[in-house]
């Protein structure tokens, strides 16, 4: 599931329930060999020479593709794109220097972040990241607006009675507010937070909505 901006809900799509367990924001991350220190700098490299940076990601509609082609519609580039089947490989690729960039979630690449294997450009959020305080936001390159999370929710079969939706939301909430579960997620670069079943659904229709827009303007065709 795909959250913009900086809040979190639960989940809820047809078919099923759900409760919102954590948001994890996208950071744009390079092979060292691309000479950018910062978005700025990966941005003017992109429109000297379009086409000329791929960017990685699990596949044609997943959150790391629309995330990019929202970024190259707001920064007005034209960029490469490779899906993979699966993050993994795309992830393998980048630090192989097959592809230059990708849009990734911070657990996916923050100890290849932090070993060097792969060079952050800025996190996709209002704020900086406690876990990576070093790593600029979009906002700070001078692209305002784009701030990208994925999110992680907990889902339910369709039909599951209202008490038994609103007992789980309620277990959920206690658990994620449990010191233990704060640091184990912190170590990953995940936020733990959540919402009541009917946020969870309003916001999940606003956000399909935005999402729809950028799927139109840029064409996007899941596999």
């Known amino acids: 599931h795909v959250g913009q901006g900086d809040g979190f809900f639960a989940g809820n799509r047809p078919g099923a329930r759900g409760r919102g367990a954590g948001e994890v924001p996208l950071l744009l991350v390079v092979h060292p060999s691309v000479p950018a220190r910062n978005m700025g700098e990966f941005i003017a490299l992109a429109k000297r020479a379009p086409l000329s940076l791929a960017f990685a990601s699990s596949g044609n509609g997943s959150t790391e593709h629309v995330t990019a082609e929202m970024f190259q519609q707001r920064a007005g580039v034209s960029l490469l794109h490779v899906p993979y089947k699966g993050g ?12 230059q960039s990708m ?28 876990s990576l305080p070093q790593v600029p936001t979009a906002a700070e390159a001078g692209l305002a607006g784009l701030e990208v999370s994925a999110i992680y929710v907990i ?21 994620l507010k449990e010191p233990e579960t704060i640091q184990k997620f912190a170590a990953l670069g995940v936020t733990p937070s959540g919402s009541t079943l009917e946020e969870a659904k309003a916001r999940t229709l606003a956000l399909i909505a935005s999402w729809k827009e ?8 899941a596999e």
Request: no cysteine.
């Open 88 to 99: 993994s490989p795309a992830i393998t690729d980048l630090i192989g220097g097959q592809v």
């Open 214 to 221: 950028v799927v139109k303007a840029r064409n996007i065709k």
């Open 155 to 175: 889902m339910a079969p369709a039909g599951t009675p209202p008490p038994v939706l609103q007992r789980l939301n309620t277990e959920f909430s206690a658990i």
């Open 103 to 130: 849009f990734a979630t911070i657990p996916n690449v923050i100890q290849n972040v932090k070993a060097g294997r792969l060079r952050a450009l800025a996190i996709l959020t209002r704020s900086r990241h406690p």
